[in-house]
């Protein structure tokens, strides 16, 4: 069903060919595959098709395409469509599709006729943004699952604004690990968003003194904290202590940068 899809519709050979060459799909053409599906799907069965026909689509895929099955899943498809949360690549792109179909099928009412108003008052929801917010759900999704460190990083980066937004989101700051959690594992990541954030420029400043300047005034600092256990664990791992059992998790470089949150005063509040 998925082979025939993909033989019917443009785009759908050079799909077919990027797998037998290379035994995967880059993440580009794997959105094209995704689309062709989708597709296919909403020509045959309406833009609801049934919980038992997406999967048969998600199962196809990974059935056409054994290197895109994920082994650590229980059906080995479910980050293509997972009937329990009602996720994945293809179930994003069908919502984008119902999204598409109900405002082509909305009457046009004037906003001038109904408000008074209209240009800059009138909210719009572009297609492009639509799409942003469909390769954001798809890059999140891949980076929960990859471990492949030169596809984690520019997914990282094409990620970076919506972290920032969580970064100022009182109620999400607590959810960034958890949503990116490549952070524990993968290096360079907090470099990279700290230049993004404050240009290449300003971060390269910070890399060039921060051994010979920056790292030991903080330790320094740090040693006059209180010393509870987390402070404790982190002046170990700081002073690169690693065989002590009290040490944290986290290389010399990140624990210095931990206890400097440490070492922050707290933000200015309201007098109880």
Known sequence: MVHSALKQTSGGDAVLAEYGSKNTLSSEMRRVLVNIVVGHMVERHGTIPSRNQKEKYALGVVTLFPSLKDPFSKKGYEHFYDADGGTGYIAWRL????????????????????????????????????????????????????????????????????????????????????????????????????????????????????????????IEEAIGLTLNAVVRSLLLSANNQRESEHCSDWDSDMATLLLLLHLLPPTPGKKV
């Open 95 to 218: 919502k984008t599709v119902q999204r598409n179909t109900k405002k082509r099928n909305k009457p046009r009412i004037s906003k001038r006729s109904e408000t008074g108003l209209s240009g800059p008052s009138w909210n719009r929801c572009s297609s492009s943004e639509q799409q942003d917010e469909d390769t954001l759900r798809e890059a999140i999704a891949f980076l929960t699952q990859s471990t492949d460190e030169t596809q984690i990083i520019p997914k990282m980066r094409e990620t970076f604004h919506y972290r920032h937004s969580l970064v100022h989101d009182p109620n999400k700051t607590t959810d960034i690990l958890k949503t990116f959690p490549t952070f524990l594992n993968t290096k360079g990541l907090v470099n990279q968003d700290f230049s993004l954030l404050f240009s290449s420029e300003t971060s390269s400043k910070l890399l060039e003194m921060w051994d010979t300047t920056f790292k030991a005034r903080i």
